[in-house]
């Protein structure tokens, strides 16, 4: 072969290569399912021939059966009424991701901070403005460290009033079963959202980074208004987004924020908006954009700053009643503004 066909010739040949693989990439479609799980929404995205929806909502179905308080089956609700205390391995899990969380958080994050919750009126109970003596009370059965699980995975209470609530982790532990599900099969390509909880992974139809927004924290029960903050491209991570500025009710002209401070019984008064992370999973980027929201700013910095695997993005007010950001070092290669 003379060196003028070869000349020729190869640019065919690269052409032809790159080809291949691009259809071999897309042989597979991208599959789009949606539904109902944890009184929130599902939106999952993945590249397969084979539709798992069924295989998708039976995980999630493991998940309500181990960790919804909502559901009357569950294993927290048993746990929650005394009625049986025995767990199982996913409950196990979340527990001992919690309890490392609130330690590393200075018990900033608590879920045993249910009945606190419940007496502010915004769990799955309704009741008045709870009084300081009524906050005390209740806070005598409130810790994470009153509470534990012996050799056989049964949970011992110090007070059989505690109650759990994994609300601020449980969505994010769906996203991850999912995600190991998907993984199981050799999927590479997928993003798994519920309720706003993420992960990411491989690229997206356009064989492209996944692409997700963070709103603008702005006065709006109603969720009417969508204006973005940033644009974050991800992949191979979990995400998750902690807020103050959607949920909330005033009482005699004050505004009360829905986070409960567990340390304090009260709900939180700085100045963050929004908390979003990222980590190598969504039950640990789930867990920390919560306990970041009761910390505050100074505190959520100072536990970034020793946890270099957490990447964050945080919206808060500054003296002057003025929208700012901080991002720690890792964040900023996610940001496309």
């Given at each position: 072969?003379?060196?003028?066909?070869?000349k020729?010739?190869?640019?065919?040949?690269?052409?032809?290569?790159?080809?291949?693989?691009l259809?071999?990439?897309?042989?597979?479609?991208?599959?789009?399912?949606?539904?109902?799980?944890?009184?929130?929404?599902?939106?999952?995205?993945?590249?397969?021939?084979?539709?798992?929806?069924?295989?998708?909502?039976?995980?999630?179905?493991?998940v309500?059966?181990?960790?919804?308080?909502?559901?009357?089956?569950?294993?927290?609700?048993?746990?929650?009424?005394?009625?049986?205390?025995?767990?199982?391995?996913?409950?196990?899990?979340?527990?001992?991701?919690?309890?490392?969380?609130?330690?590393?958080?200075?018990?900033?994050?608590?879920?045993?901070?249910?009945?606190?919750?419940?007496?502010?009126?915004f769990?799955?109970?309704?009741?008045?403005?709870?009084?300081?003596?009524?906050?005390?009370?209740?806070?005598?059965?409130?810790?994470?460290?009153?509470?534990?699980?012996?050799?056989?995975?049964?949970?011992?209470?110090?007070?059989?009033?505690?109650?759990?609530?994994?609300?601020s982790?449980?969505?994010?532990?769906?996203?991850?079963?999912?995600?190991?599900?998907?993984?199981r099969?050799?999927?590479?390509?997928?993003?798994?959202?519920?309720?706003?909880?993420?992960v990411?992974?491989?690229?997206?139809?356009?064989?492209?980074?996944?692409?997700?927004?963070?709103?603008?924290?702005?006065?709006?029960?109603?969720?009417?208004?969508?204006?973005?903050?940033?644009?974050?491209?991800?992949?191979?991570?979990g995400?998750?987004?902690?807020?103050?500025?959607?949920?909330?009710?005033?009482?005699?002209?004050?505004?009360?924020?829905?986070?409960?401070?567990?340390?304090?019984?009260?709900?939180?008064?700085?100045?963050?908006?929004?908390?979003?992370?990222?980590?190598?999973?969504?039950?640990?980027?789930?867990?920390?954009?919560?306990?970041?929201?009761?910390?505050?700013?100074?505190?959520?910095?100072?536990?970034?700053?020793?946890?270099?695997?957490?990447?964050?993005?945080?919206?808060?007010?500054?003296?002057?009643?003025?929208?700012?950001?901080?991002?720690?070092?890792?964040?900023?290669?996610?940001?496309?503004?």
């Amino acid at each position: 072969m003379s060196k003028n066909n070869l000349k020729w010739q190869l640019p065919f040949l690269v052409i032809l290569i790159v080809g291949t693989v691009l259809i071999l990439r897309k042989q597979a479609p991208y599959q789009t399912d949606e539904g109902l799980v944890f009184g929130t929404v599902y939106k999952i995205t993945y590249q397969s021939s084979e539709n798992l929806k069924n295989e998708i909502e039976k995980e999630l179905q493991k998940v309500d059966n181990s960790l919804s308080p909502f559901n009357k089956q569950s294993v927290i609700t048993r746990i929650n009424q005394n009625t049986d205390l025995h767990t199982d391995s996913m409950f196990v899990y979340v527990f001992n991701l919690a309890k490392e969380v609130s330690h590393d958080t200075g018990k900033a994050y608590d879920v045993t901070v249910a009945p606190l919750v419940n007496a502010w009126g915004f769990g799955f109970k309704h009741s008045q403005f709870p009084d300081s003596l009524t906050v005390d009370s209740l806070r005598q059965f409130v810790g994470i460290d009153k509470i534990h699980l012996n050799a056989d995975g049964e949970v011992v209470k110090s007070d059989p009033r505690m109650m759990l609530d994994f609300s601020s982790i449980a969505k994010g532990f769906g996203v991850d079963c999912v995600a190991r599900l998907f993984d199981r099969k050799g999927i590479k390509n997928y993003m798994i959202d519920i309720g706003g909880e993420l992960v990411m992974k491989g690229q997206n139809a356009k064989m492209e980074t996944w692409r997700i927004g963070v709103n603008k924290p702005i006065d709006d029960s109603l969720s009417v208004n969508q204006e973005l903050q940033t644009i974050l491209e991800i992949t191979d991570a979990g995400m998750a987004t902690s807020g103050n500025y959607r949920n909330f009710y005033y009482k005699d002209g004050k505004k009360y924020a829905h986070t409960i401070d567990p340390r304090t019984g009260y709900p939180v008064q700085h100045n963050i908006l929004s908390s979003t992370v990222i980590a190598k999973n969504c039950a640990t980027a789930d867990a920390y954009a919560t306990a970041f929201m009761v910390l505050g700013l100074d505190s959520a910095k100072a536990v970034c700053d020793s946890h270099p695997e957490l990447d964050a993005y945080f919206i808060y007010t500054d003296k002057n009643g003025k929208l700012q950001t901080y991002s720690t070092a890792g964040m900023k290669k996610y940001m496309r503004n």
